[in-house]
């Protein structure tokens, strides 16, 4: 299964890491892309493995949503 989200653009507040990886080709887009869903509200939200962050579409365009661009847990400690 392949989808492609060729309405959607890499948003201005994106790190630089996403808007190096864009690709241009026949259908331009964002790659590495590992999943693709979409919210009630229509808004369709993408995740990226290489960055750990999810984003949504704003206006045709991915911006990051949650995931502050590196591996681990930031949330604190867990609870005994």
């Known amino acids: 299964l392949r989808v492609v989200l060729r309405d ?3 948003g201005p507040s994106a790190t630089f890491g996403i808007r190096q ?3 241009i080709t026949k259908t331009n887009g964002p ?3 590992r999943g693709v869903t979409f919210g009630p509200d229509g808004r369709s939200y993408a995740v990226r493995v290489a960055d750990h962050r999810i984003y949504r579409s704003v206006e045709k ?7 502050r661009g590196g591996s681990g847990y930031v949330d604190g400690a ?3």
């Open 21 to 23: 990886q864009v690709r």
């Open 8 to 10: 959607l653009e890499v």
């Open 31 to 33: 790659s590495g892309l």
């Open 78 to 80: 867990p609870t005994v």
């Open 61 to 67: 365009q991915l911006v990051p949503w949650v995931g």
